[in-house]
């Protein structure tokens, strides 16, 4: 197994396509997984064609991505990105709990009222406390479980020209994990991850996606972000 190598669960979606196109433009091996393995074909060549057809500084020379169905697409790599509707999450995690061997996890689910019809500026509540908690119980208990990556413009991260300003609070009991998954935060142009502190805060940083979406709406913006003040530039 590549041990540079993402996968990218749900890399079909906004969130989880612009990461793929984000990771691979920076020299990064990114699978995309599908619960329909050709959709997954499908992004993957269209994320290679937007990646060539860019006339871009820092494009790395070889592109890297592949799209396979779910359960392969997390079995090809040491970190497993799920980027999927709330009311997907519990279910996709349950089919590829076997294949997370030896990875760790990246739970960027938000659980928005809008996924059941209501409004997307409130949370639904979960059981657990946050999706990312919920992720925690589904997968085996020895796959660190990061959440992470909730507060970023999925527009943003799908237009190569645009520039990034945001920091990505990262959650987790692992310490590890977390130190793989820095440099490949760094990686990313404008992104600086920041430590926000034990799995349980995710159930803070979730609720911040329908904060920036009510800040979105009433200064008629599309993508606020968040920064933490006071921090070094780099960490």
């Known amino acids: 197994m590549d041990e540079r190598k993402i996968a990218v669960i749900g890399g079909t979606g906004d969130l989880g396509f612009g990461l793929v196109v984000r990771w691979a433009r920076a020299g990064v091996p990114v699978v995309i997984g599908s619960r329909d393995e050709k959709k997954a074909q499908d992004a993957a060549e269209r994320a290679r064609?937007?990646?060539?057809?860019?006339?871009?500084?820092?494009?790395?020379?070889?592109?890297?991505?592949?799209?396979?169905?779910?359960?392969?697409?997390?079995?090809?790599a040491p970190?497993?990105?799920?980027?999927?509707?709330?009311?997907?999450?519990?279910?996709?995690?349950?089919?590829?709990?076997?294949?997370?061997?030896?990875?760790?996890?990246?739970?960027?689910?938000v659980p928005l009222a809008v996924a059941v019809g209501g409004r997307p500026t409130r949370v639904l509540g979960v059981w657990q406390g946050s999706a990312a908690e919920q992720a925690r119980e589904l997968v085996p208990a020895n796959i660190p479980v990061l959440a992470a990556f909730h507060n970023l413009s999925a527009e943003l991260l799908q237009d190569l020209a645009a520039p990034l300003d945001c920091d990505v609070l990262i959650c987790g009991d692992d310490e590890p994990a977390k130190q793989t998954l820095f440099p490949l935060v760094n990686l990313i142009p404008g992104l600086r991850p920041v430590d926000a502190g034990p799995l349980e805060m995710a159930r803070v940083t979730e609720?911040?996606?329908?904060?920036?979406?009510?800040?979105?709406?009433?200064?008629?913006?599309?993508?606020?972000?968040i920064r933490i003040t006071g921090l070094d530039s780099e960490l």
Not at 85 to 104: N, V
């Open 49 to 76: 064609n937007l990646l060539h057809s860019a006339v871009l500084p820092g494009l790395a020379p070889n592109v890297q991505i592949a799209g396979f169905e779910n359960v392969r697409a997390a079995a090809e």
């Open 79 to 109: 970190v497993v990105v799920l980027a999927v509707p709330f009311p997907a999450q519990a279910g996709i995690l349950k089919s590829i709990r076997g294949s997370l061997q030896d990875a760790m996890l990246v739970d960027t689910t």
């Open 207 to 225: 609720a911040l996606t329908a904060l920036l979406i009510s800040v979105n709406r009433r200064y008629r913006v599309q993508h606020s972000g």
